[in-house]
């Protein structure tokens, strides 16, 4: 389920609540709006089921390392398994955690990520860049692209997990 639905997003865009001829051109800019947020942000904006591998040796030895998972926020428990199939239940305190892990070679993470309660911050830039998106869908030459408000850009960089 997507964090903001098609309603909200016509009603942001002043669209009338009863034209619903373009649901599906809106959903489908949602989603891909939301997959790009994903991106810049390393945050899960969907609840999701995740299994993240940890694979990494130097000349066939195990290298201990801090690692944190892909996806965050984390929700409830995280299954972290080891190469012997051991499996460890690690239980979060709170309901959203950003949590780090000392990992070995060949260990998978297995946990829920997403927001319990979707941060109004984060909310209102998605609005933003779907709104910016669906007007500027046909977009031609003769007249210059709405850009999105740099508002939405600033909120997304505060959340951002990435780090290059």
């Known amino acids: 389920m997507e964090p903001i639905t098609t ?6 865009m002043q669209i009338d609540a009863d034209d619903m001829s373009e649901d599906a051109v809106i959903a489908d800019i949602i989603k ?6 994903e991106y810049e942000t390393c945050l899960s904006l969907v609840k ?16 201990p390392k801090v690692y944190r998972p892909k996806w965050s926020p984390v929700i409830g428990k995280v299954y972290i398994k080891d190469a012997w199939g051991m499996c460890v239940e690690v ?17 998978d993470l297995v946990y829920e990520a997403g927001f319990v ?16 998106a669906y007007h500027n869908r ?4 003769t007249e210059p692209a709405t850009t ?8 997304v960089t505060l959340h951002s997990r990435n780090v290059f």
């Open 7 to 12: 309603a909200e997003a016509r009603a942001f």
């Open 148 to 155: 999105v408000n740099p508002h939405a850009d600033r909120v």
């Open 48 to 63: 999701r089921k995740v299994t993240d591998n940890y694979r990494s040796n130097c000349c066939g030895m195990a290298i």
């Open 138 to 141: 046909e977009n031609t030459t």
């Open 91 to 107: 239980e979060n305190e709170g309901t959203e955690q950003y949590p780090r892990f000392t990992l070995t070679y060949n260990t």
């Open 117 to 132: 309660i979707f941060p109004a911050d984060l909310k209102q830039a998605l609005l933003e860049r779907v709104a910016s």
């Open 32 to 37: 891909s709006e939301r997959e790009i947020m």
